[in-house]
């Protein structure tokens, strides 16, 4: 039998391949320190869990949810914690629709705006879903370099007139996915100034918003002027509230652009299991994940110090999972990555698996699975000390 041969448009899964070395390790019997995947490592608040338990037990949840944009419960939560999280008014019947996770959102919103040989302007390094999702729609991904003598932002003024002529949609991610920066709504003025310039739509990857450090709170893409004339929004509850495996997330933001998405969504899922729902309503509205967050800052300090103290330069990131950091001379990203794993036993993601400009970084996720207070962080800076010489 023969697939399709778009699917032959996509490399293997960048976590996948990251699994199977993963897995080898683990069958030799090797003590894996896993800062890999950036999948909380720590349980889902106890008072979500409890919400859950209480709706499944109603049978009103146990059938297909038939509402219009999804259970209107959730929806407004979903308005009322963007009002009082960003200041900014999302009408839960027009502005919004819930998703089975913000990946979910951000691959269709490709397939419901995308036509055959559109450009779709995607960051780079990224996470991989913007560009793969713009392939299997039949765009053309155009790269925008994300730099770090720029902060890790586009440079708008890069992009040559005509590519941004033949744009119709922009992919962002702030705070961002794999270096940890961040984005001002200034920036993102200037990111409304351009799609209103040519016509183009923004999908702003905010998931990880609620993972920030120190007295930063990373803003919203709609807290700009104009940005909802032009784009939308997706959010997760994965990341904030210690549910990935839930499925969750909303995507909010220009009417049309939900009523595009919805219609397209509509047509190939039947939405959550709406207990669920119900739990991410109570989440949003009286639960917050403090606890996690003093965990994954001293996590933080713990790599980002140490490291430093080898002789690394590596910068402390006010928001997300992740520490980006660049790589000794001498490697490429993957060699690097895979002397990490044999020779301390040590697991990152290579920069270069995000794109052609990661190259020559790596990305070490805070999520540390066995770790209670810092301590196998700690003892990974110290294998990283005994084996790699920066």
């Not at 993957?334 to 290579?350: H, M, N, R, S, Y």
């Amino acid at each position: 039998m023969q697939y399709a041969k778009r699917l032959d448009l996509i490399p293997p899964y960048l976590f996948g391949e990251i699994a199977r070395m993963k897995a080898k390790a683990i069958e030799e019997g090797r003590d894996l320190i896993d800062l890999g995947i950036g999948d909380p490592d720590q349980p889902t608040p106890q008072i979500i869990i409890d919400k859950l338990a209480e709706a499944a037990k109603d049978p009103v949840t146990h059938r297909y949810d038939e509402t219009e944009c999804g259970w209107p419960m959730f929806l407004e939560s979903v308005g009322r914690w963007y009002k009082k999280r960003f200041g900014v008014d999302i009408c839960p019947k027009t502005e919004a629709v819930l998703l089975i996770g913000s990946k979910e959102g951000l691959v269709h919103f490709a397939w419901a705006m995308v036509d055959p040989g559109d450009v779709v302007l995607v960051p780079d390094p990224a996470y991989t879903a913007y560009k793969m999702a713009t392939l299997l729609a039949g765009g053309e991904p155009v790269v925008m370099p994300l730099l770090e003598e720029n902060g890790f932002l586009p440079d708008l003024t890069a992009i040559p007139s005509d590519v941004a002529h033949k744009a119709k949609v922009m992919y962002l991610n702030y705070p961002n996915n794999p270096t940890g920066a961040i984005a001002t709504v200034d920036f993102f003025r200037d990111v409304v100034a351009f799609a209103k310039e040519y016509d183009i739509a923004v999908c702003h990857d905010c998931a990880y918003s609620e993972v920030f450090y120190e007295d930063y709170r990373p803003p919203s893409f709609l807290k700009a002027e104009g940005a909802k004339d032009v784009g939308i929004e997706m959010h997760s509850l994965s990341k904030t509230y210690n549910m990935t495996g839930w499925r969750i997330g909303m995507a909010v933001g220009n009417s049309e652009l939900i009523r595009a998405l919805n219609k397209l969504k509509s047509n190939v899922d039947s939405r959550q299991f709406p207990a669920i729902d119900i739990a991410a309503a109570h989440a949003l509205e009286h639960v917050d994940n403090a606890e996690t967050l003093a965990l994954y800052r001293k996590r933080r300090d713990i790599l980002v110090e140490g490291l430093n103290k080898l002789g690394w330069e590596v910068k402390k990131p006010l928001a997300s999972l992740y520490v980006w950091a660049k790589i000794p001379s001498g490697y490429t990203s993957a060699e690097f990555v895979k002397t990490l794993l044999q020779d301390a036993g040590v697991l990152a993601i290579p920069g270069n698996g995000y794109g052609q400009y990661g190259e020559g970084y790596i990305r070490m996720s805070l999520t540390v699975s066995g770790d209670k207070d810092g301590e196998r962080v700690h003892e990974a800076v110290q294998r990283i000390a005994k084996h790699i010489k920066f």
